[in-house]
């Protein structure tokens, strides 16, 4: 049951957002999520933003599923599961800067800062299973996707305090004070991440 939140597509019809698989065509014309339907590697592997067009072959490859669009700010929350309170409980805010899908940076976010609300759905993984700490994304208020792990792995290495995290990715010059922290996401991903400058 527990890994069943990695599947986006499952993710999506339970929180009730407009969906379907290769093969379906959405409901009308408009901008759409197109990601595979699991992705254990990260990096926003495979995923898009697909512009559909009312009588247009989609083009969606199997194993991927479209879902609705959503905009506004990209966070990525932390949160570890209190037995006192029965719940989870947020634990770090970090916020994702994009051009299009490629991250430029993350931004540790402060304490106290408003936050999306946790849909009740994400108590069924503590039932699960042994995951006492989960990453869940969001883009405004909804939930993207979620993760049985912290997503502070991009921190790894950094100096105390740092607030920022820029990504150097291949190709791109490499300066001096970078800590290595490599990424391909298995081989699959369309840049590979060299490492980190963080401020």
Same mark, same amino acid.
């Given at each position: 049951?527990?890994?069943?939140?990695?599947? $986006? @597509?499952?993710?999506?019809?339970? %929180?009730?957002? +407009?969906? /379907?698989?290769?093969? =379906?065509?959405? #409901?009308?014309?408009?901008?759409?999520?197109?990601?595979?339907?699991?992705?254990?590697?990260?990096?926003?592997?495979?995923?898009?933003?697909?512009?559909?067009?009312?009588?247009?072959?989609?083009?969606?490859?199997?194993?991927?599923?479209?879902?609705?669009?959503?905009?506004?700010?990209?966070?990525?929350?932390?949160?570890?599961?209190?037995? $006192? @309170?029965?719940?989870?409980?947020? %634990?770090?805010? +970090?916020? /994702?800067?994009?051009? =299009?899908?490629? #991250?430029?940076?993350?931004?540790?976010?402060?304490?106290?800062?408003?936050?999306?609300?946790?849909?009740?759905?994400?108590?069924?993984?503590?039932?699960?299973?042994?995951?006492?700490?989960?990453?869940?994304?969001?883009?405004?208020?909804?939930?993207?996707?979620?993760?049985?792990?912290?997503?502070?792995?991009?921190?790894?290495?950094?100096?105390?305090?740092?607030?920022?995290?820029?990504?150097?990715?291949?190709?791109?010059?490499?300066?001096?004070?970078?800590?290595?922290?490599?990424?391909?996401?298995?081989?699959?991903?369309?840049?590979?991440?060299?490492?980190?400058?963080?401020?």
């Amino acid at each position: 049951m527990a890994r069943t939140f990695y599947d $986006r @597509l499952w993710l999506a019809e339970q %929180l009730g957002y +407009v969906n /379907g698989t290769a093969g =379906a065509h959405p #409901p009308k014309p408009g901008w759409y999520f197109v990601k595979p339907t699991r992705n254990l590697h990260g990096l926003g592997v495979g995923a898009g933003r697909w512009l559909y067009k009312q009588g247009m072959d989609f083009g969606v490859p199997p194993g991927y599923f479209w879902s609705e669009y959503f905009e506004g700010e990209h966070l990525s929350i932390d949160y570890r599961w209190s037995r $006192r @309170l029965a719940r989870w409980t947020p %634990l770090c805010c +970090v916020k /994702g800067i994009f051009a =299009a899908t490629l #991250p430029l940076c993350w931004i540790i976010q402060p304490p106290g800062r408003s936050i999306p609300e946790l849909p009740h759905l994400f108590g069924r993984i503590a039932d699960a299973c042994d995951a006492r700490c989960i990453n869940v994304e969001f883009i405004g208020d909804q939930v993207i996707e979620c993760h049985l792990r912290s997503g502070l792995g991009d921190w790894c290495g950094s100096p105390a305090g740092a607030k920022k995290a820029v990504p150097i990715w291949q190709g791109m010059q490499i300066p001096g004070n970078m800590v290595p922290n490599e990424d391909d996401g298995g081989g699959l991903a369309p840049l590979r991440r060299l490492g980190f400058v963080y401020e």
